[in-house]
């Protein structure tokens, strides 16, 4: 049985415990929330407070099977490029928050062009209320690109 190992572990656990982070505190300061939402910002997380929370764990709920997009008129009549469709909206949420920053250009076109048609919503398997996804991750992305400023 090899002994040394898991001394070291045991070891180098409690030189963290015991020295390594008291001298950290002292030398930055308890941080708190202001410095732990900084740390993260660049990676797009977005935090969630009490009243974000409400809606959130229906909008994860998408199995990205695109028929939203189908039935989407805007699919059809807006280039690709600047409009990728309600779909990758839904997926930003259901994998990671900072997939979100790479369907700006489509979420900031929907408030102007979508006509609440609610096509997508009827169509959805999974019954995601989209258009409650988009204006929350319109709000969502406010946060996230004035936290990446400098």
Not at 51 to 64: L, S
Not at 97 to 110: I, M, R, S
């Amino acid at each position: 049985m090899a002994v040394w190992p898991r001394l070291h572990a045991v070891t180098m656990l409690g030189f963290g415990a015991l020295v390594a982070h008291p001298v950290g505190r002292l030398l930055h300061g308890r941080g708190g929330k202001k410095r732990f939402l900084a740390s993260y910002a660049p990676e797009g997380l977005i935090p969630l407070g009490a009243p974000d929370n409400g809606g959130h764990p229906d909008f994860m709920r998408c199995v990205a099977c695109g028929v939203c997009d189908l039935v989407c008129p805007l699919t059809r009549a807006l280039p690709r490029q600047s409009f990728q469709g309600p779909a990758a909206v839904a997926v930003a949420w259901s994998r990671a928050t900072p997939d979100l920053t790479h369907v700006a250009k489509t979420l900031q076109q929907l408030p102007a062009a979508c006509g609440s048609c609610r096509a997508c919503v009827e169509a959805c398997p999974r019954r995601l209320p989209l258009l409650d996804l988009f204006s929350w991750s319109n709000r969502q992305l406010d946060h996230v690109l004035t936290a990446r400023r400098p």
